[in-house]
């Protein structure tokens, strides 16, 4: 068993020895690898160095440069401030000179003044020598003056008297003539007032029955009243001559049988009398082609009268009138028309004359009444209220009739105007005397009181005189006085004046050499100023090269400091792998002498264990087989144990290089493994080529140069700008989001605004035309399916008496006045302060015209209207007209009339 135990024991020891060799060879290899490392890091070093000795040259080189520029600033600033100081005292001298002269000047100029003074003095002195002289004369002239003045007022006085009783009596009598006038002139002023009552009321009947005589002739014109058919055949009379013209036209009624005469017509009155039936057969196809309606046309060359009436004893029965054509009047050839309408029909005075005759004769005839009455044949009667608001049949006798009262009311206004002419002349002629009569009392009370001043005034005159001549000598004694002082004075001055020329000859001379030295030191002033200022530009060129030196200086030492640390940096990593290996190496010097104790140990213990074997060689030749066994069994475990010793150091190699390797990439690239895991290439495998690119990557990147150490000022720079102009963009969009919101907003309220004013639009412009055209109706609408902002806008029109149409088809005229009732309608609703209009009423006739001017007249009151206008309607509605004329080739003249100042006077 000890045999075992020592056997035991040498495995054992022999196990362990392996195991520590195999360590050593472990340490050995770790050893190694950190020579090699060591050696890179030296060379690295050692490239620092070099490095660190081209950034020393380098900053040495900027060094010096910056000491030879400190050296030439600090002399060129030396020289400035030396040429400044020079230039002070240079511009003191000239400061100094410059006040010399101008003291020089002042001195000169007081001289001049007080020799100017002097002179003045010595001028104001002969001056005040001459008018004593004159005093004196003038005093000997009042002197004699005064008596002869004296006995002269004592004269005056009485005639003045005298004449001042005149002038009583003549007031007297004046007042009194005054009085018989005014008297005379207000009676004639009462007179006139009452005629211009009767003018007025004459004035305003007139242009009532003017306006309408107009409305009547522009009815007949149109043809109002009749159908329309009868209208657009009547506006074809110059197109076709043939055309005479309504029944109306042709014959003249009596006012007291118009009633009866339409009655006996009935429709008949708006029938178209014709030359031939060729004409009408021309106005029937326009009736046709244009679909105006049906007429009745009556041609002259084929209406027959009917035979004379037979029943003659009908036309003597009570009440009876006669038949109802001889109750007309016309020209002959329309006599046989007539007697076709009206031959037939019988005209009694009243409706028992109409009923009796009618009875008496078996209800055969038509007969008509003066109030309107109509018995039919076979026995009905037609009758009533007579409603004829056209009155077809007596237009023209009104119309005749009216014009014959404007006429009349004309004649009578113009005589009134002479009358009222001769009454104001002869007002005028009394206020004129009047005037002259007052003037003449002024005049009166005028010499009145001049005769009465003369009086005060001669009398104070005689006591002024007396004391006048004792002020006199008095005076001529003080003027003699004066004069002797005033010859003292002159010579005195004269003397001074001398001195004060003296004084200028000198200081002038002065003066003149101070300008001379002043003239030579500013040439110096502007050299030494030109001196300063190119010192100045070269000492600003010098410290903005000095700051660029200072600059590359900072960037020199930020990069030797760099490489500094860097070096710093590789030494302490070199120290540190030289302690590891200290460790190492002691560790293997340990391992190597526990090696050897442990041979020692092994051979001691064979010699001992050879001794027991030879006696226990029975039992190991027995015990072989488990010897061999266990032994191959050990040697297999040792080898095991071997591999797993070398695979551990093995792995510990692996994880030492593994975490060089990933502190060399975080200090060299500043990434971390799993970074450069993620940003590796699969297809990099070769690892001499990995090294190749590496080397160029390196080269490409000592190509770039220098850091930029401004580049995180400049990104900071960028960041900012960037987020300002991030910041104005969102504002922009917000700005655009608030404007669109806006917009939908206005757009919204447009389009209320616009539907609630077009509305009443449309009805001002319906109210605008019914008075513009005295009838129809005008509307506005919008075009259909399209945007109301943008929508278009019809017109439609019916001027009285016709049908609905689009504005497009009216004629000219009528186009006209529907755009001029949109214009006023808009006027209406929103009055302008002022308008300018341009001949647009110049496509009107007459009647619309004056309603035209009529309405504008209307609008007045809020708007101030300009007109140009060639119509004469439009000028009778104005309150002034304006008028340009040239009596003269290239000479305009302006021509006034003011409505409203002669309705005033009026």
């Not at 195991?19 to 890179?40: D, M, P, S």
């Not at 076709?340 to 004769?361: E, F, M, N, W």
């Amino acid at each position: 068993r000890e045999l075992e135990v020592r056997r035991q024991e040498l495995s054992n020891a022999s196990v362990r020895k392996e195991k520590l060799e195999g360590e050593i060879n472990v340490l050995k290899e770790q050893f190694h690898g950190a020579e090699e490392r060591k050696g890179q890091l030296k060379d690295r070093i050692q490239s620092l160095k070099e490095e660190l000795s081209e950034y020393a040259k380098e900053r040495e080189k900027q060094r010096e440069e910056r000491n030879d520029s400190e050296e030439k600033l600090g002399q060129i600033i030396r020289e400035g401030e030396e040429a400044k100081r020079d230039l002070q005292v240079l511009q003191q001298k000239i400061h100094t000179f410059n006040n010399k002269i101008e003291y020089g000047k002042s001195e000169i100029i007081e001289t001049l003044n007080e020799r100017a003074s002097i002179k003045t003095k010595i001028s104001r002195y002969d001056t005040m020598l001459e008018q004593i002289s004159i005093r004196k004369a003038e005093l000997n002239s009042r002197l004699l003056k005064a008596k002869t003045e004296e006995t002269k007022q004592e004269e005056e006085l009485i005639e003045l008297n005298k004449s001042l009783e005149e002038t009583k009596e003549g007031i007297q009598e004046t007042k009194r003539r005054i009085v018989l006038a005014e008297a005379e002139a207000r009676e004639k002023e009462q007179n006139l007032e009452k005629k211009d009552k009767t003018f007025t009321d004459m004035q305003l009947a007139y242009h009532q029955q003017k306006s309408k005589l107009d409305s009547m002739k522009n009815m007949a014109e149109r043809y109002d009243g009749y159908g329309n058919s009868i209208k657009k055949v009547m506006e074809m009379r110059e197109t076709y001559p043939g055309l005479i013209g309504v029944v109306a036209d042709i014959m003249k009624v009596e006012k007291k049988y118009e009633t009866a005469i339409e009655t006996a017509l009935g429709g008949n009155i708006q029938n178209i009398v014709t030359e031939d039936e060729e004409t009408a057969k021309k106005a029937i196809e326009q009736l046709k082609k244009n679909k105006w309606g049906r007429a009745t046309f009556l041609p002259l060359k084929s209406v027959k009268a009917r035979s004379p009436y037979q029943k003659e004893k009908v036309l003597k029965e009570e009440g009876v009138i006669g038949t109802a054509d001889t109750l007309v009047e016309a020209k002959e050839k329309y006599q046989s028309l007539l007697g076709y309408l009206l031959g037939a029909c019988i005209v009694v005075k009243h409706i028992d004359h109409g009923i009796a005759l009618s009875k008496k004769y078996g209800y055969s005839l038509r007969i008509v009444t003066l109030e309107g009455e109509n018995f039919i044949p076979g026995g009905a009667i037609s009758g009533g209220a007579f409603k004829n608001a056209s009155n077809l049949l007596g237009r023209k006798r009104e119309i005749e009739e009216t014009k014959k009262r404007v006429k009349e009311m004309f004649l009578s206004m113009d005589k009134l105007l002479l009358e009222m002419k001769k009454d104001k002349e002869e007002r005028e002629k009394i206020l004129g005397e009047l005037e002259e009569k007052k003037k003449e009392l002024q005049e009166q009370y005028l010499l009145h009181n001049t005769a009465f001043h003369n009086v005060t005034k001669t009398n104070e005159k005689l006591k002024e005189a007396k004391e006048a001549f004792q002020e006199l000598q008095k005076e001529k004694e003080e003027l003699k006085r004066q004069g002797e002082e005033i010859e003292e004075n002159k010579t005195e001055m004269k003397e001074e004046l001398r001195q004060s020329e003296e004084q200028e000859q000198k200081m002038e001379s002065q003066v003149q050499e101070w300008d001379t030295q002043m003239e030579d030191w500013k040439g110096k002033e502007e050299k030494k100023r030109e001196q300063v200022s190119s010192l100045e530009i070269e000492i600003a060129a010098l410290r903005q090269k000095r700051e660029f030196q200072k600059q590359n200086e900072d960037r020199v030492e930020h990069g030797r400091k760099k490489l500094e640390k860097e070096e710093r940096e590789l030494i302490q990593s070199i120290e540190n792998l030289s302690m590891e290996q200290s460790k190492r190496t002691k560790k293997i010097l340990e391992m190597e002498e526990e090696v050897e104790k442990t041979a020692l140990f092994c051979s001691e213990g064979e010699g001992e264990l050879k001794g027991k074997i030879q006696g226990r060689e029975e039992c190991q030749i027995k015990q072989k087989e488990f010897f061999q066994q266990r032994e191959e069994l050990a040697d297999r475990k040792a080898s095991l144990e071997k591999e797993a010793f070398r695979l551990n150091s093995q792995r510990e190699r692996l994880e030492e290089t593994s975490e060089n390797n990933r502190n060399y990439m975080w200090e060299e690239y500043e990434i971390t493994f799993h970074k450069a895991v993620e940003m590796g290439k699969k297809e990099l495998t070769d690892l001499s080529q990995i090294k190749k690119e590496i080397l160029t990557v390196k080269e490409a990147i000592k190509k770039l140069g220098d850091v930029n150490v401004n580049a995180i000022e400049d990104y900071k720079d960028l960041l900012e700008r960037y987020e300002f102009l991030k910041g104005q963009r969102d504002d922009l969009v917000a700005a655009e989001e608030a404007l669109r919101n806006i917009i939908d907003e206005l757009d919204k309220e447009m389009r209320l605004q616009f539907q609630e004013k077009f509305k009443e639009i449309q009805w001002e412009f319906d109210q605008v035309f019914k008075e513009l055209f005295g009838g129809g109706k005008g509307t506005l609408e919008l075009m259909e399916e399209e945007d109301i902002l943008e929508a278009g806008i019809r017109i439609t029109a019916q001027p009285p008496g016709k049908k609905l149409q689009n504005m497009m088809q009216l004629s000219g005229g009528e186009k006209a006045l529907a755009a001029i009732a949109l214009l006023f309608a808009i006027q209406n609703l929103k009055p302008s302060p002022f308008c300018l209009l341009d001949e647009i009423e110049a496509a009107l006739d007459e009647s619309n015209v004056g309603r035209f001017a009529k309405y504008l007249h209307k609008l007045t009151t809020h708007t101030q209207f300009i007109v140009i206008t060639h119509r004469r309607g439009t000028m009778e509605k104005a309150d002034r007209l304006y008028g340009i004329t040239m009596q003269e080739k290239g000479v305009s003249t302006l021509v006034s009339v003011d409505f409203i100042d002669k309705e005033l006077e009026n």
